[in-house]
């Protein structure tokens, strides 16, 4: 519980319509997208900049803990007031496209805009902006930004990060500081944007974000590889990379994935031999580059064992195409009652050794373990499918199945994480993936920012 | 002075033949490429990681000065031991490339390994590594990553940190950790790898170096494009990169730079009527992709009043279109005896007005201010001429001028230095860049990492 002198403060920096603390607020902001409830004490919703820095200022001074909050569509917990504390809301007032810079191709954004919004704003205007995790129809950029988010063209593309140009951000001191500019290069003083992206709003509260944009590009064309197996599908995947195909994406759906669908949408039309499938689009700026990056695909997916490449010939055979890859993470309920689902990545290379030891361990313990995701980066989203979650004892074996994949992906190279983030439902599996060293020096840095230890603590495993 | 016990202690690390502390020694160590000489206490060479953590380990425990060194090629300072300490150098020994991972597209090295060693080895097997300063014959990549080293490809291709994957690296207190992977994608933790990039040597040494490659590019080309005057050149620029050319490079030449050029090399054949010049290379996978783009490019510089579009035929070609871009930095030589150079860089729309401001700068001063550089990524190499260096009185004019237009740029969203870094030399200029709130987060990052403050202290005005 928050002391009213602190809520009266508050109250006189933003005002009475913007802070909250009756009881439908506090369950309105208590989830994201794990299934987790935490009450916060509060929710205030600062109209600008100058506002954050007057909030974090006091309650820095007063020890009251602050948790930015964008969208609330994590997957992690990153957003959610793990013991108490005030939501920094940023989806109500601060979710304002500022700029479109067309000479520079620059982007300038508050961290509340939703990432769809900007997409269709720069589209209008001929520029492009890659990043588009699943979640782009309601995520907000600064959640991305703060997540780090990946998405579906990240094979071509890249990710969040490599598109952040600069950030405004206020300290929990509120000390309000800029990170970067709109300048292709700045080596002047440390790179501090780059430790706030991913950093899951420990470390600072982001109130502006520059993102730099390319061109649309003018062609696109839908293009599906069928494998006999799940490791043929994979060994293509970073076989034709190295042979130089550079597709928008290389979305995988396994052997188990394609079953589930056929099960849940009979109307769907699925090769019947297929035992992992790639789709994704190819674009270029001329037709003539689209064909041959088609022409390259299909002949190292041949090389590779594929016995299907089928191109989608105009706009409804593509939706066609895309439908079973968007469709696979509600088909895959069909084995169970509770998804434990994680988003491992691991060096292309490492994905036919990957996916074949995460089976093993799901027969181990019972579990059917349906993948898919954006192979074409290496990044698998992992479902240990749990027949009946009222059973402890099979939920407990879940939970051990997904420590031991942890464990398996780390000892391959791989990362616990490929766009989710750690958050609070994968805290506890940091020490799998870093030594003690590292987490003294994740603590430190956090410690450099944030003294008090105000800013969205218990997160990370920190 | 250092305590013979420290060096004895040292020397049962290393052996004798890898620490030296004789005169020729600290000559040898005592420079980098800014005229500025620092005699380092003692030199110490380690044969691998685990000497590098030995030695900061027992240097901490001792506060004893710890200056990482390259290739020592630098041209702000950042290798030199501005008061003393021992040099650490990564150059005789943790040189070696440790691997190419064709299956990956990825390059492990050893911070000691020379730039264009590496680029030709990853070239033989079809592989690219763009980043190409204009020291990449002597330069380390441990100094490049370091320095977040930008180059000629820049402008299509981005800078080093664009290519660092994961790193290895040695805390000032011994511990060695490991940050980021060969993962495309990875979001656990927090980001140290952002930002032990650019951070000169001051936060921890880097022992492993994990960088990311591309397919080489099959086709090249090269253009030159002519302009009556500066202004119409920069605005060139960035109109032509917004209409979507994507050039590997657009290096500029301004209208001293041409006549210069013409002086000292006679021979040369830059056209008559030239006020600014751009010349660089396209690439791409294909003929017709390359043509398309050059098309693009010259109907481009044409609605920017280009007064001739210059393609070379054939490699003897390209090497005279480029001769003048690569001999700017000598040919500026005979307009004073002392140049005061420094590598501003700004968002592209403002390069035409940058230049401008620039140039009334130095003739407020009545200084001639030669401009060349990497236009297409909007950094420029600004050559303020001292014509008598033994005069006190210009000299000091000519810092005054400098500082001019450093704030100057900075005023117009620029930056102190787009790949030069800051080291000793821009340390000064910090406060034109930075508030004090940034430069307190920087000493407090600096803190995280190196609590006594011994790794390359005095540097970056921390």
């Known amino acids: 519980m928050i002391d009213k002198k602190h809520l009266d403060y508050l109250t006189s920096i933003v005002g009475e319509e913007n802070i909250k603390s009756d009881k439908a607020h506090l369950i309105a902001f208590c989830y994201d997208a794990t299934r987790s409830r935490f009450e916060p004490d509060a929710v205030v ?22 948790v930015p909050r964008g969208a609330g569509s994590g997957f992690t917990g990153g957003a959610l007031p793990a013991n108490g504390g005030i939501i920094l809301s940023l989806e109500r007032h601060m979710n304002k496209l500022l700029e479109i810079d067309m000479e520079n191709m620059v982007g300038v954004v508050q961290p509340g805009l939703i990432n769809m919004q900007f997409q269709k704003a720069v589209e209008e205007v001929g520029l492009f902006y890659p990043p588009d ?31 952040v140009m600069a950030l405004r951000a206020v ?32 470390l600072a509260v982001i109130t502006e974000i520059t993102l730099k944009l390319i061109p649309k590009p003018k062609f696109k064309k839908t293009y599906m590889g069928v494998f006999p197996s799940v490791d043929s599908a994979m060994t293509a995947v970073f076989k034709s990379l190295a042979a130089g195909a550079n597709p928008v994406a290389m979305e995988f759906l396994d052997a188990l994935v394609i079953k589930a669908l056929k099960q849940k949408f009979p109307h769907i039309s699925l090769p019947e031999n297929a035992g992992g499938i790639l789709v994704g689009d190819v674009d270029a700026s001329s037709e003539d580059e689209i064909n041959s990056q088609l022409e390259t695909l299909k002949n190292s997916f041949a090389q590779n064992g594929s016995i299907d ?5 105009d706009e409804e055979e593509s939706k066609k195409l895309w439908f079973a890859r968007r469709n696979a993470s509600p088909a895959t309920m069909i084995y169970g009652t509770k998804k434990l689902n994680e988003d491992i990545s691991v060096p292309r290379s490492k994905l036919p050794i990957a996916l074949e030891g995460i089976y093993k361990i799901g027969e181990k313990y019972g579990f059917n373990v349906p993948c898919f995701g954006h192979a074409g980066d290496g990044n698998i989203h992992v479902n240990v499918m749990v027949k009946d979650k009222t059973n402890e004892k099979e ?32 805290a506890p599996f940091m020490n799998i993936a870093f030594t003690e060293a590292e987490m003294n020096l994740f603590r430190s840095i956090k410690k450099a920012f944030d003294p008090n230890n105000i800013l969205n603590p218990f997160k990370m495993g920190l």
């Open 171 to 202: 300290l929990p001191n509120g000390d309000i500081i800029v990170a970067g500019k709109k300048t292709i290069k700045d080596v002047a003083g440390y790179n501090t944007a780059g430790i706030l992206i991913a950093s899951e709003g420990t």
């Open 309 to 313: 490449f089928i191109v989608a010939s």
């Open 45 to 66: 919703f600062p109209r600008h900049e100058q506002d954050v820095s007057d909030i974090l200022k006091y309650c820095n001074e007063h020890k009251i803990v602050i």
């Open 133 to 163: 995790p699943a979640s782009e129809e309601y995520s907000s950029l600064g959640g991305n930004v703060s997540e780090n988010a990946g998405g579906m063209r990240a094979a071509k593309y890249g990710i969040t990060k490599d598109y």
């Open 395 to 426: 939920m407990e074996d879940g939970h051990k199945a997904i420590e031991e994949i942890f464990q398996y992906v780390v000892d391959l190279g791989g990362t616990l994480s490929g766009e989710h983030g750690i958050g609070l439902s994968k």
